[in-house]
């Protein structure tokens, strides 16, 4: 009886170890992250799928696969209902945004780091602090000053209140203050100014950071929605995301055309998508995350 248990465990202790062989290391993890990735896909799986989808179908919960009125959704979206004017508008004001923010930063920490003058700390203290004080708590004030200025439904209203960054200075500031000392001394010896400093210097040194902020920034002023559905009240001048919520009006037969909306929400997504996958090598050097 004694030898017969301790065969049996044998045996499953030999069929136990053939199994780990054939499994990868660390495979219960690997099993955690496909599970995480798939859940986390899964809403923009979805989202495609109805993009495709008649209202029948989509009214159907049973039915996952992929409709057939994929052409007539993605071109309602674009003639119909002006989505292609709301990514121009979207692209614009990223592009504006994006270009304005990175010089006055690069600039703003420029001054902090190569320059003294009084208060140095105590204005950087400053900048710090308006990381406090976001676009939504500033809103009322900003309209105020924003229909003063007669800039009420315009480029300018939706892309100078974003162009300040405490974040982007605190970056640019950090990545300055890491270089080398001997470089910025060669410079002073070779009498090169202060912009030259910066252009010819300062920004070869800075690409990655430059890139990685731009992205942050590119993808940040893509999603807005509240200020440009405050400021904005033209159609012809609204951005993307507020022209996304237009299209929940959409009905046919009573129903929402769900396969509209998210035919417009996949199309709205293409832009930033491209943006992170050409830059993200650089926006991970920006977290300070290595691939291997």
Request: charged fraction near 10%; avoid cysteine; charge should be negative.
């Given at each position: 009886m004694a030898e017969s248990t301790i065969t049996e465990a044998n045996v499953e202790h030999e069929k136990r170890r053939s199994l780990e062989e054939y499994l990868p290391d660390e495979w219960l993890m690997h099993i955690g992250l496909i599970v995480s990735i798939s859940l986390m896909a899964l809403p923009l799986v979805l989202a495609a799928i109805m993009s495709t989808q008649s209202v029948a179908q989509i009214y159907d919960v049973t039915d996952l696969s992929p409709g057939s009125n994929a052409y007539e959704n993605y071109y309602r979206v674009m003639t119909d209902y002006n989505m292609?004017?709301?990514?121009?508008?979207?692209?614009?004001?990223s592009i504006a945004i994006v270009v304005g923010k990175v010089v006055l930063s690069l600039l703003a920490a420029l001054a902090l780091v190569y320059y003294d003058?009084?208060?140095?700390?105590?204005?950087?203290m400053f900048v710090l602090f308006t990381l406090m004080?976001?676009?939504?708590?500033?809103?009322?004030?900003?309209?105020?000053l924003m229909v003063t200025?007669?800039?009420?439904?315009s480029m300018l209203a939706i892309t100078m209140p974003?162009?300040?960054?405490?974040?982007?200075?605190?970056?640019?500031?950090q990545h300055f203050m890491s270089i080398p000392a001997s470089i910025?001394?060669?410079?002073?010896?070779?009498?090169?100014?202060?912009?030259k400093f910066l252009i010819f210097v300062l920004i070869p040194m800075s690409k990655g950071m430059i890139a990685g902020i731009s992205v942050i920034t590119?993808?940040?002023?893509?999603?807005q929605y509240l200020w440009p559905l405050a400021i904005i009240s033209s159609q012809d001048q609204q951005v993307v995301q507020v022209g996304l919520k237009s299209l929940e009006g959409t009905a046919a037969a009573g129903q929402i055309e769900w396969g509209l909306i998210m035919a417009g929400a996949m199309i709205a997504l293409i832009p930033p998508l491209v943006v992170l996958i050409v830059l993200h090598k650089p926006l991970l050097e920006t977290f300070g995350l290595q691939q291997k």
């Amino acid at each position: 009886m004694a030898e017969s248990t301790i065969t049996e465990a044998n045996v499953e202790h030999e069929k136990r170890r053939s199994l780990e062989e054939y499994l990868p290391d660390e495979w219960l993890m690997h099993i955690g992250l496909i599970v995480s990735i798939s859940l986390m896909a899964l809403p923009l799986v979805l989202a495609a799928i109805m993009s495709t989808q008649s209202v029948a179908q989509i009214y159907d919960v049973t039915d996952l696969s992929p409709g057939s009125n994929a052409y007539e959704n993605y071109y309602r979206v674009m003639t119909d209902y002006n989505m292609w004017t709301f990514m121009i508008n979207s692209f614009i004001m990223s592009i504006a945004i994006v270009v304005g923010k990175v010089v006055l930063s690069l600039l703003a920490a420029l001054a902090l780091v190569y320059y003294d003058f009084p208060y140095k700390n105590a204005m950087f203290m400053f900048v710090l602090f308006t990381l406090m004080l976001p676009v939504p708590v500033r809103i009322v004030p900003l309209f105020e000053l924003m229909v003063t200025l007669d800039w009420t439904n315009s480029m300018l209203a939706i892309t100078m209140p974003y162009l300040a960054s405490a974040t982007a200075v605190f970056l640019f500031r950090q990545h300055f203050m890491s270089i080398p000392a001997s470089i910025v001394e060669a410079a002073k010896l070779d009498d090169v100014g202060g912009l030259k400093f910066l252009i010819f210097v300062l920004i070869p040194m800075s690409k990655g950071m430059i890139a990685g902020i731009s992205v942050i920034t590119y993808i940040y002023a893509w999603n807005q929605y509240l200020w440009p559905l405050a400021i904005i009240s033209s159609q012809d001048q609204q951005v993307v995301q507020v022209g996304l919520k237009s299209l929940e009006g959409t009905a046919a037969a009573g129903q929402i055309e769900w396969g509209l909306i998210m035919a417009g929400a996949m199309i709205a997504l293409i832009p930033p998508l491209v943006v992170l996958i050409v830059l993200h090598k650089p926006l991970l050097e920006t977290f300070g995350l290595q691939q291997k």
